[in-house]
Every structure is written in C-alpha cells, then in structure tokens.
C-alpha cells in the first residue's frame, strides 16, 4: 500500500512540475510545404516560434534545429546578434523582422534561398537555469517545373491506346496516375515509370488501355501527387481517334452550315458563296448570249 501512495505522490510531483514550468513553447509555425517553383520563388522560409517564461527565470537560450542538429541559436543576454550554425551560418535573415520586438524578431528563423536539402524535422528549443521545452514539427521542400506534359498514340495492330505523362524536375518523387474521366481505369498493363535523378527527379510514367475501354472526345488526366502533404497537379488532353470519324453527306452538310454561321469567319464563307453565284449567273449570261 505504501508502495502505491509512494508511487501517486511521484506521479504528481512530476505532472505538477511539467504544469508549473517556468518556460512553455506555446506553439510553432512550420508550413507543412514550401514550393520553390510558385508564389514562394525567390521567397525565405520562415519559421516561428512562440514561447513564454516566468519574469524570474533567466538564463534563456533558443535554437533551432533540423533533424536534430542546431542551425541557429539565441541568447537573450548576449550582446552578440544571434547566429546560425554550420552550413546555416550565412543563410539566416536577421534584417527581415527588425521592426518587431526583440523577443519575437529573433525567435522567427527566417532562412534565405531555401532549397530541397533543408526538407527535415524543425524543432524549437527554448532552456533556462530552470526548465526546458522543445516542439517539433516536419516540412518538405516541394519543388515541381510546370512543364507536366502528357501525350498519346494509337497502336491500331495491337488495337490499344498508349498515354505517356512526363514530369521535369520534380521533388519529392510523386505518385502519378491517369483518370478517364473523373475515375481510375483498368490499364492493359500496368504503370511503367523511369525516374532520372540528377538534384531532382525526371519522371516518365506509360501505360495502356484497350480502344474499346476509351470513346471519342473523353478527358484524360495524368494527376501528380505528394500524398504526405497533401500537394497535387495535373495536365489533361481530350482522347481523339481519326479512324472513329466517319464522312457522310450529313456530316458534311452540316459542317457546312456550322462554318457558314460561325462568328468568326462566317461571314467571309458567305461572301465568297455570294461572289461565287455572281460569278456562276455572269457566265450563264454570256454564253446564253453567245447563242
């Protein structure tokens, strides 16, 4: 029993000490993505964090780090400006917040000319002579070129459809999938990728499908997707076989009647129809003269 009351007193001393800390991370703002390639190009990644500490706690000491390695440290009572570490040394904007207060301008991590290497776990450490708090959070570094192109063929002897999605320098590697319409189909075989890697991926992603399986004018997508973060994009063409196009009287006359009431250059068909009579009626009359 006393064992036990022993244990409950242990237990409570420590969640009232955990409670009762004299430094506590409030929270901390990290972007789940950051994108080189769109709004955020030429843009610093910035990373905020807000804490408290008791006004008779001193000895405060903030850094970040990037999975698990400090890359920026900040000691309020230093009269040396903070700084960043190893290979952050010269990357840290301390100029982009000066007009905020102290406290907040220099617990902002603010890193120039981000690139896919500093994808990772950014955590915020704050410790004093007293207590200690830390919080984690993860962010990727997303980098895709808007060059997603996306082709087909038709292969009459094997009676089958080949789409090719090629994707340029991306990062992370995505997943890709084709959709006919708005829904995944049953390819004739399955999705062949090639990925050259160089700093990012280079990525060619083919299959099949029977002509049978596709009509005439349907949509087809090839949709790009980081699924940790939620990140997709997508290029789509309209499927169109020539063979399918059959010419009737029909079709042709109403093709004309298309043309000849098109906005456009309809009214140059009609002119040309008009001169066209004049032209016929003209050479009635001279050779009917003739006779």
Same mark, same amino acid.
């Given at each position: 029993?006393?064992?036990?009351?022993?244990?409950?007193?242990?237990? /409570?001393? $420590?969640?009232?000490?955990?409670?009762?800390?004299?430094?506590?991370?409030?929270?901390?703002?990290?972007?789940?993505?950051?994108?080189?390639?769109?709004?955020?190009?030429?843009?610093? /990644?910035? $990373?905020?964090?807000?804490?408290?500490?008791?006004?008779?706690?001193?000895?405060v000491v903030l850094k970040w780090l990037l999975n698990s390695v400090s890359i920026y440290q900040w000691i309020p009572l230093n009269t040396v400006n903070p700084t960043g570490l190893k290979s952050f040394k010269n990357r840290i904007d301390l100029e982009y917040n000066k007009d905020l207060p102290e406290k907040q301008r220099y617990s902002t991590l603010v890193i120039k000319n981000p690139t896919i290497a500093d994808t990772g776990n950014y955590s915020c450490d704050v410790q004093t002579f007293k207590s200690h708090d830390r919080k984690t959070a993860p962010i990727t570094i997303v980098y895709v070129d808007d060059s997603i192109k996306l082709n087909y063929f038709i292969d009459e002897i094997e009676n089958q459809v080949n789409f090719e999605c090629s994707i340029n320098q991306i990062y992370p590697l995505p997943e890709v999938t084709f959709l006919i319409g708005n829904e995944a189909r049953n390819f004739s075989s399955p999705l062949e990728t090639h990925v050259f890697t160089n700093i990012y991926h280079n990525i060619s992603v083919s299959a099949q499908i029977n002509k049978?399986?596709?009509?005439?004018?349907?949509?087809?997508?090839?949709?790009?997707?980081?699924?940790?973060?939620?990140?997709e994009?997508?290029?789509?063409?309209?499927?169109?076989?020539?063979?399918?196009h059959v010419v009737t009287n029909e079709t042709v006359i109403g093709k004309f009647w298309q043309d000849i009431n098109d906005e456009n250059y309809g009214h140059m068909i009609r002119a040309n129809l008009l001169l066209s009579i004049i032209m016929y009626l003209i050479l009635l009359m001279i050779k009917s003269m003739a006779f």
């Amino acid at each position: 029993m006393k064992s036990i009351v022993l244990h409950i007193i242990v237990l /409570l001393t $420590l969640y009232l000490a955990r409670e009762c800390q004299a430094v506590k991370i409030n929270k901390i703002s990290v972007p789940s993505y950051f994108d080189l390639h769109s709004e955020n190009k030429n843009q610093p /990644l910035i $990373l905020e964090c807000d804490y408290d500490t008791d006004d008779d706690d001193t000895g405060v000491v903030l850094k970040w780090l990037l999975n698990s390695v400090s890359i920026y440290q900040w000691i309020p009572l230093n009269t040396v400006n903070p700084t960043g570490l190893k290979s952050f040394k010269n990357r840290i904007d301390l100029e982009y917040n000066k007009d905020l207060p102290e406290k907040q301008r220099y617990s902002t991590l603010v890193i120039k000319n981000p690139t896919i290497a500093d994808t990772g776990n950014y955590s915020c450490d704050v410790q004093t002579f007293k207590s200690h708090d830390r919080k984690t959070a993860p962010i990727t570094i997303v980098y895709v070129d808007d060059s997603i192109k996306l082709n087909y063929f038709i292969d009459e002897i094997e009676n089958q459809v080949n789409f090719e999605c090629s994707i340029n320098q991306i990062y992370p590697l995505p997943e890709v999938t084709f959709l006919i319409g708005n829904e995944a189909r049953n390819f004739s075989s399955p999705l062949e990728t090639h990925v050259f890697t160089n700093i990012y991926h280079n990525i060619s992603v083919s299959a099949q499908i029977n002509k049978e399986e596709i009509e005439d004018d349907e949509e087809v997508t090839c949709l790009v997707r980081i699924p940790t973060i939620d990140y997709e994009k997508k290029a789509s063409v309209h499927y169109d076989d020539p063979n399918h196009h059959v010419v009737t009287n029909e079709t042709v006359i109403g093709k004309f009647w298309q043309d000849i009431n098109d906005e456009n250059y309809g009214h140059m068909i009609r002119a040309n129809l008009l001169l066209s009579i004049i032209m016929y009626l003209i050479l009635l009359m001279i050779k009917s003269m003739a006779f």
